[in-house]
């Protein structure tokens, strides 16, 4: 007959062997491209880390040595951000409205406007945010001090700071922003103090 001597596919053992070499070999893949068989890709040097690892944290560990006043800022942020957040941070149109300015007293209403002066707690993320992201189409552009006065700018058409307040990695952790104390503590269990610190909060209660 014309079945004899065709595998029967619905046979476990015929089929078993291949998908064990496939499963193997899939293993395999990680481990192979980690031992750098393949020759793609070297550790990164300490340096090259060093200039990928630019995250500045709330309390502002890492920012760099430099300062900077709002009244070096205007001239930055009239050349390298006005055209998209407008003259005096009101929002551009280029390419969508983004207000850095205004919105106070306006979070608890319908239409809450959140800009860096009326929502962001901390000054240490304007900076982040700036050094890494903006200019929006040229982000990485600014130079350090150039970074420090065009947020000193920024905070100063919020009136957080003055025209002349020089900030640098010691003093720009220390401002405290508007809406500082706006926000409530998430009450999920894996996140906020560590579960020592939690501790001690509930006996305080
Ligand atoms: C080409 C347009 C453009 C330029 C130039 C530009 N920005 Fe922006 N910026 C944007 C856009 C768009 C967003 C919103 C991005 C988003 O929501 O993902 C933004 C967001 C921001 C924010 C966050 C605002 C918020 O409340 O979410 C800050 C702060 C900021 N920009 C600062 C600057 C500074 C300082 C400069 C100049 C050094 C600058 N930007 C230049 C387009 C631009």
């Given at each position: 007959?014309?079945?004899?001597g065709r595998?029967?596919?619905?046979?476990?053992?015929?089929?078993?062997p291949g998908?064990?070499?496939?499963?193997?070999?899939?293993?395999?893949?990680?481990?192979?491209?980690?031992s750098?068989?393949?020759?793609?890709g070297?550790?990164?040097t300490?340096?090259?880390?060093?200039?990928?690892?630019?995250?500045i944290p709330?309390d502002?560990?890492?920012?760099?040595?430099?300062?900077?006043t709002a009244?070096?800022?205007?001239?930055?942020?009239?050349?390298?951000?006005?055209?998209c957040?407008g003259?005096?941070?009101e929002?551009?149109?280029?390419p969508?409205?983004?207000?850095l300015?205004?919105g106070?007293?306006?979070?608890?209403?319908?239409?809450?406007?959140?800009?860096v002066?009326?929502?962001?707690?901390?000054?240490?993320?304007v900076?982040?945010?700036?050094?890494r992201a903006?200019p929006?189409d040229?982000p990485?552009t600014?130079?350090?001090?150039q970074?420090?006065?065009?947020?000193?700018f920024v905070?100063?058409?919020?009136?957080i700071?003055?025209?002349?307040t020089?900030?640098?990695?010691?003093?720009?952790?220390?401002?405290?922003?508007?809406?500082?104390?706006?926000?409530?503590?998430?009450?999920?269990?894996?996140?906020?103090p560590?579960?020592?610190?939690?501790?001690?909060l509930?006996?305080?209660?």
């Amino acid at each position: 007959m014309c079945s004899v001597g065709r595998p029967n596919l619905l046979r476990f053992d015929v089929w078993l062997p291949g998908i064990t070499v496939v499963l193997l070999l899939l293993a395999c893949v990680p481990l192979c491209a980690q031992s750098g068989k393949y020759g793609l890709g070297r550790t990164p040097t300490p340096e090259e880390i060093r200039g990928m690892d630019i995250t500045i944290p709330p309390d502002g560990t890492g920012l760099p040595p430099g300062h900077g006043t709002a009244a070096e800022g205007r001239e930055i942020y009239e050349r390298r951000c006005s055209r998209c957040h407008g003259h005096k941070g009101e929002g551009g149109d280029e390419p969508k409205q983004s207000p850095l300015v205004g919105g106070k007293s306006s979070l608890k209403t319908p239409k809450p406007l959140k800009t860096v002066g009326s929502y962001w707690p901390y000054p240490t993320t304007v900076w982040d945010y700036t050094s890494r992201a903006m200019p929006f189409d040229k982000p990485g552009t600014l130079t350090t001090n150039q970074v420090y006065a065009v947020v000193a700018f920024v905070l100063y058409m919020n009136n957080i700071v003055g025209e002349n307040t020089v900030l640098d990695a010691s003093s720009l952790p220390r401002i405290k922003m508007p809406n500082r104390e706006g926000f409530v503590r998430d009450p999920r269990p894996d996140t906020g103090p560590k579960p020592s610190a939690r501790k001690k909060l509930n006996r305080k209660r």
